[in-house]
């Protein structure tokens, strides 16, 4: 069982910045992978940034605009989200898939106003 606790959000303006904290409950060095989502209101939940194995994946919209990072000695994964705009507002969630199951935190709430 892997628990996942998210910190950071909350309300900006556009073109601010946010970072967001995902701290795991174990050795996040020995996941398959471990990024951010998000899911607006009436709309899917989608990959915004994770590493998976060797590589670092991001949505094309946010591309150039946020970087995910992780320290494993503090088992904490990063989303610093810079250049914000009003369609990145949704709830980020931290996912966590290992040894063939999904895990994920309660959400955080990122509110871009314009």
């Known amino acids: 069982q892997v628990q996942l606790v998210e910190s950071g959000g909350g309300l900006v303006q556009a073109g601010g910045s946010l970072r967001l904290s995902c701290v795991a409950s174990?050795?996040?060095?020995?996941?398959?992978?471990m990024g951010w989502y998000r899911q607006a209101p009436g709309k899917q939940r989608e990959l915004v940034a994770a590493?998976?194995?060797?590589?670092?994946n991001y949505a094309d919209s946010v591309k150039g605009r946020f970087t995910i990072s992780r320290d494993n000695a503090k088992r904490t994964v990063y989303l610093q989200m810079n250049s914000l705009k009003p369609e990145n507002t949704a709830v980020y969630y931290c996912n966590v898939w290992t040894f063939g199951s999904y895990y994920w935190g309660q959400g955080t709430q990122v509110t871009v106003s314009s």
């Open positions: 174990g050795s996040i060095s020995r996941f398959n992978a």
């Open positions: 590493f998976t194995g060797g590589t670092t």
